[in-house]
Structure formats: C-alpha cells, structure tokens
C-alpha cells in the first residue's frame, strides 16, 4: 500500500505541476545541478548525431558473448574517439546506438557533425586504415547515421541513487535523426535533413572526381531523396562519401 501510495503521489506531483524550462548554451551532463527529478529540462540546439549498429543478432548468434563484447567495444570507442576529437558530446548508449550532440546553432557546429560521420564511415568499413580489416575475421559491420539539427529538451528520468537515473531527450531533431539513422546502410551509411544539407559548409557538400577526360571537377557528395515522416514526405540527403584520418 505505501509503495503504490508513494508511486501515486509522485505522478500525482509530475502531472499537476508547472514544467520549468532553462535555456543553456551546453549539452547538459546527468550530474547537472539544474537538472532534478521534479518537474525541470534544459533546452538547447545542437546537431544530433544518431548511429546504430545493424544484424547485432546475428552477431550474437555466430560468435560467443566475449567476442561480440570486443565487437562493440571496438564500435564504440571508435565513435566517441573521432566525436570526441571534434568537439561532439557522446550521450544514451542503447544497445548498438548511441546519441551524439554537437552544441550550437552555426554553419560551422553542424558541418562537424557531418564531419564526424563521414570519418565514423571510414574507420568502420576501410579494410586497410580503418577497423574492417581488424574485425573482419569476425564480422563486416553495417551501420547507419542519421543527423538532424535544432531544439531539444533534457529532462532527468528514474529515481535518485547511482544507478536508478538517466537522461531523457525530447525533440524533433532527436526524433528525425533516429529515423533517418534506422533507414540509412551500406553503402549509404549517411542520412541528413533538409535542414542540415541547406546548412552545410563547401568542405562536407562537395567533392572532387574525376571527368570522363580525366580532369578533376567539384560535385555534390550528396543525392536527395524524399521518405514519409509524421505522415508527411520530406526531403533527405544520403551519401556514401567518406573523410580519411
């Protein structure tokens, strides 16, 4: 009875109070002192970076548990290596995916994101300089990206104590990129919004290839295509375009 009570009382609380929102320049952290289990978020704009890991079951079922562990852990510290390195901020490890925020409203936060993605492809499928070759004898590693930028709200979810809280994001651009990520493989392992192509600095739009005469010339890295999103049709940009390390 006290639990059901306590449980009761506290969505009671949830429900029926005023949501109090501070807006940051910053991804916020779980340990965030503005951040509490009453009724508080913090909105802020970044790009989001959303990447998942495909055929993770069929992984399991052909390997033994220690190596698909050192298959993710290879996986993962790849990601938060290069997003690291750029200034992203690594969030919400779920299973094969995980959510990477780059902070900011410019030209110049949303093409890193970009930028990002674009070395994640190169070091998880070049066989050479990259991880492919190294896990090969295991598995070849299909993934997809998905980016979208704009508005998103943190709030703390769970209940206080070490390991009964997390972080909850709430947005459009969240929403966006994880769809766009779950459509996206190989060997287009890039999807981004509309948003996000309009927006794009020269040096992740555009690439140089060679002409029938054998001349380099500049071209759009990116093919646009349209796919259903809150049961409207949008436009979306895929590349299969990579940036070395």
Excluded at 12 to 37: R, W
Excluded at 180 to 191: A, D, K, T
Aim: charge should be negative.
């Amino acid at each position: 009875m006290a639990l059901r009570e306590d449980i009761r009382n506290k969505i009671k609380a949830i429900l029926d109070e005023k949501f109090e929102v501070k807006e940051v320049s910053y991804v916020p952290k779980l340990d965030d002192p503005k951040l509490t289990f009453g009724n508080t978020g913090l909105k802020f704009e970044a790009t989001v970076l959303f990447i998942d890991m495909r055929g993770s079951t069929q992984i399991l079922n052909n390997h033994n548990k220690t190596t698909v562990a050192k298959i993710h852990m290879a996986y993962f510290h790849t990601i938060v290596k290069i997003t690291n390195s750029l200034g992203g901020d690594v969030r919400s490890f779920n299973g094969d995916s995980a959510l990477i925020f780059f902070q900011g409203t410019t030209k110049t936060s949303l093409s890193t994101a970009v930028e990002a993605a674009m070395k994640i492809r190169f070091m998880l499928t070049d066989t050479k300089n990259g991880i492919a070759g190294l896990l090969s004898k295991y598995t070849e590693i299909d993934f997809g990206i998905g980016i979208d930028d704009g508005k998103i709200l943190c709030t703390k979810v769970g209940i206080g104590g070490e390991h009964n809280r997390d972080l909850f994001w709430v947005g459009n651009a969240v929403n966006k990129a994880t769809v766009l990520g779950n459509e996206s493989s190989n060997p287009n392992y890039i999807f981004i919004s509309k948003y996000v192509y309009d927006n794009l600095l020269d040096y992740v739009k555009y690439g140089e290839k060679e002409n029938l005469w054998g001349d380099k010339v500049q071209v759009d890295m990116w093919q646009e295509e349209t796919f259903k999103y809150n049961n409207n049709w949008e436009t979306y940009y895929y590349t299969s375009w990579y940036m070395e390390i």
